[in-house]
């Protein structure tokens, strides 16, 4: 059974930083492409990066691009989102999945299992 578990979400401060973790199960991590989505509240789930099954290239929204960073570990099948210079905007539920597609990575469609996400709130 594969699951994928998000940690790392709370209330923050605008201006401060978050580490947001998702720990994979049941699946062999490292022929999955993973990636991280946010949804806020009344607005559709939204791309914020996806990582290569070795770790060598992220893509991000351009909204994220200099504030996220995405990155993985194969030996721990964990994935990481940090976080910084957080915005009231950035309040939402942040989800993890993963991917045996390599492409197509910002669409929610192009993603196999979902973990059931990690509330951020920012507080201006």
């Known amino acids: 059974q594969v699951q994928l578990v998000e940690s790392g979400g709370g209330l923050v401060q605008a201006g401060g930083s978050l580490r947001l973790s998702c720990a994979a199960s049941?699946?062999?991590?490292?022929?999955?492409?993973m990636g991280w989505f946010r949804q806020a509240p009344g607005k559709e789930r939204e791309f914020v990066a996806a990582?290569?099954?070795?770790?060598?290239?992220?893509w991000y929204a351009d909204s994220a691009k200099g504030q996220f960073t995405i990155s993985r570990d194969n030996a721990k099948n964990t994935v990481t989102l940090q976080v910084n210079i957080l915005k009231p905007e950035d309040t939402a539920v942040y989800y993890c999945?993963?991917?045996?597609?390599?492409?197509?990575?910002?669409?929610?469609?192009?993603?196999?299992?979902w973990g059931r996400g990690t509330q951020v709130t920012v507080s201006s």
């Open positions: 999945a993963a991917s045996i597609r390599s492409g197509s990575l910002d669409r929610p469609s192009s993603y196999d299992y």
């Open positions: 990582i290569s099954r070795s770790g060598d290239s992220a």
């Open positions: 049941g699946l062999t991590f490292n022929t999955y492409a």
